[in-house]
């Protein structure tokens, strides 16, 4: 009857699963989070907790035109941060620390350069192999909606576990370790909003171990695919690390917990 | 990114204030009257005992999106130190402190002071701190440049970029004086991608300094760590100072 009232929320069976079909679910939340977005612009802030321990945070604006992706983050006025993945070449740049990180992404690493390009922008659906995975999936009822079991097949065979509302909104996504080891990464998505750029989850939250980065997203448009500039080139006093450097790895798993060779023993 | 990290970039990153009060009169030399009135309103601040300002701080969005903003106070005590607070709710608070060999980093939302030695600060800072006169002899090849401020027409001078000698390249600046007291009014930066503009207001020049305005508003006991922002390179042999 509320639900014919139009208040929005789905019927929930009195045994405590989800009503309706699983299928249409993901139907659903293919429909609305599997559209390509060739170019992209957002703002938002990102804050990092180690445990119950809050470690900071910093506004972020980013950009993304078909697979290239560039984020500046702020502490304050100042601009602290570029970040730019084009292709499958990375390059980070701490600004007033004159230090910058450069270099191609390998496919052992992770989830590989594909993977990392959907773990930048986890609510777009859209690359192939996601959504195919996705569309394979088994289904089956969890909690008060549904979860989609499968396999990511990229550079390695990643298992993964989605689960979704009973309105096919994305809650939360468990990808595996190659093989099925562990966990690699969690991701939890809150309720969808509609911003100008169509919709999107109003946070994300990437946990990894004990550290749990999440982005709060204030804007998102989908601008013409000509805003993407390129970042202002590193100065030559700077020290410039590969990314295979051991000092690079230690920074990256100290900021963002990529490279860390363990992975949790939670199955996805 | 760690809390060291974030501190780590924002107090390194304190920079800007030297973009804005340091490194422009630093490219100031020549005879010329563009390049005199430039030198005479910064002077006036780094020649004074103490310089209180307001500071309204616009960063345009790289990508197309709606400028961030933030408003704060500065107080230059020159040869003694510096201080900037931001207004906004969580806003961070820096202070430099020659005397007291201090750099400090208060992040209210964050309940954290974070501590590191006079050396860890900014050199771009220090040297406007502990040098203010050198700030005033460089070539700036300034040229009278009106601009037009959300709507308004303001005189002022496009400075020599190349003399800034920040991370940024190509950087162009341009500042303008106050009309009614000839102190600086606008600074702006100017990125290929992105440009932040800097407006002071109500400039106060104190014939005598007051050593308590380098204190941070952090309530008494509130949890201090240390602040290094290159302590993550030190296994890798990073430099000691931060430039």
Redesign the interface.
């Known amino acids: 009857m509320l639900a014919l009232a139009g208040c929005g929320k789905g019927p929930v069976s009195l045994t405590g699963g989800p009503s309706g079909s699983g299928e249409k679910a993901r139907a659903r939340f293919l429909e609305e989070f599997a559209k390509a977005e060739p170019a992209s612009r957002g703002s938002g802030a990102i804050s990092l907790k180690r445990g119950s321990a809050s470690e900071g945070s910093m506004d972020v604006r980013w950009a993304t035109e078909v697979d290239s992706l560039i984020v500046v983050g702020y502490v304050g006025p100042i601009r602290a941060l570029d970040a730019s993945y084009l292709g499958d070449s990375l390059y980070v740049a701490l600004r007033p620390m004159d230090l910058g990180l450069a270099g191609p992404i390998l496919g052992e690493d992770g989830l590989g350069p594909h993977g990392l390009r959907f773990l930048a922008r986890p609510w777009d659906f859209s690359p192939g192999w996601i959504r195919a995975a996705i569309e394979h999936g088994t289904v089956e009822p969890w909690g008060d909606g549904w979860r989609v079991a499968g396999v990511f097949v990229g550079e390695a065979t990643n298992p993964f576990g989605l689960e979704l509302s009973a309105k096919g909104e994305p809650r939360r996504l468990r990808i595996g370790g190659a093989g099925g080891r562990g966990t690699l990464v969690t991701i939890r998505y809150g309720d969808p909003k509609s911003y100008r750029g169509g919709t999107l989850p109003r946070s994300v939250e990437w946990e990894r171990g004990p550290a749990v980065v999440r982005l709060d997203i204030d804007e998102y448009a989908r601008p013409g695919p000509s805003r993407l500039r390129h970042l202002p080139p590193a100065d030559p006093q700077w020290t410039m690390l590969t990314l295979d450097d051991p000092r690079s790895r230690a920074l990256l798993r100290r900021f963002l917990g990529i490279g860390e060779d363990g992975v949790d023993g939670a199955e996805p | ?3 060291r ?12 204030l030297a973009l804005a009060l340091g490194i422009l009169p630093r490219a100031l030399l020549g005879a010329d009257a563009a390049e005199e009135e430039v030198r005479a309103s910064f002077r006036r601040v780094l020649a004074s005992q103490e310089a209180r300002a307001l500071m309204a ?3 345009s ?6 400028p ?1 903003r ?1 408003n704060g106070s500065v107080w230059i005590l020159p040869g003694r130190g510096l201080r900037y607070r ?1 207004s ?1 709710s969580g ?2 608070e820096i202070v430099i402190d020659r005397q007291k060999e201090l750099f400090l980093l208060y ?1 209210p ?2 309940r954290t002071v974070y501590r590191a030695p006079y050396s860890r600060a ?1 050199a771009r800072l220090r040297r406007l701190v502990a040098e203010p006169e050198q700030f005033l002899r460089a070539r700036l090849d300034a040229r009278a440049e009106p601009r037009s401020i959300r709507g308004r027409a303001h005189d002022g001078y496009r400075l020599r970029g190349g003399s800034l000698g920040d ?4 950087v162009s600046v341009w500042m303008s004086r106050d009309r009614g007291t000839g102190l600086p009014h606008w600074v702006s930066i100017s ?4 440009t ?1 503009w800097i407006e002071f207001r109500n400039w106060n020049l104190a014939s005598r300094a007051r050593p308590g305005d380098l204190v941070l508003s952090a309530p008494p006991g509130t949890k201090e760590a240390p602040l290094d ?2 302590e ?2 030190e ?2 042999g ?1 430099s000691g100072e ?2």
């Open positions: 990114m760690s809390a990290g974030f501190a780590g970039l924002v107090a390194a990153g304190a920079g800007l701080i616009e960063r969005d790289p990508f197309g999106g709606e961030s933030e931001s906004a806003g961070q992040s939302s964050e900014p991370s940024l390249p190509e990125s290929p991608t992105d932040v922002p290159r993550l390179l296994r890798g990073g931060s430039r």
